[in-house]
């Protein structure tokens, strides 16, 4: 099995920054993508970003020009670096990548156990 351990969560306040990392381990086979979901109280969980081994990003567009999402394909981490943080995005990040087989034949889904990010106003 894969673990996925983020790291970099906090409380800050609205404008500020804040970096979360992700990293992967365990039994690999090709991790072909990896990204960040958020769960804010109330709410359902949502995608924030993804990016691909081949370094295509997606991000939702609340956090486009704010949030940046990068990867170590040969470390196998992820990175989420959030500028210019607001109260909205205050929620517990969860870490997520998609492990591949040859041919993908079987694909596996992993989940972190999230980070706590706050935002004060």
């Known amino acids: 099995q894969v673990q996925l351990v983020e790291s970099g969560g906090g409380l800050v306040q609205a404008g500020g920054s804040l970096r979360l990392s992700c990293a992967a381990s365990g039994s690999i086979f090709s991790i072909n993508a990896m990204g960040w979901y958020r769960q804010a109280p109330g709410k359902q969980r949502e995608l924030v970003a993804t990016?691909?081994?081949?370094?295509?990003?997606t991000y939702v567009d609340s956090v486009k020009g704010r949030f940046t999402i990068s990867r170590d394909n040969a470390k196998n981490t992820v990175d989420l670096q959030m500028n210019s943080l607001k109260s909205e995005d205050t929620a517990v990040y969860y870490c997520y990548a998609r492990d591949q087989t040859t041919r993908s034949i079987y694909k596996y889904d992993y989940w972190g156990q999230g980070t706590q990010v706050s935002v004060s106003s």
């Open positions: 990016i691909t081994s081949g370094g295509i990003t």
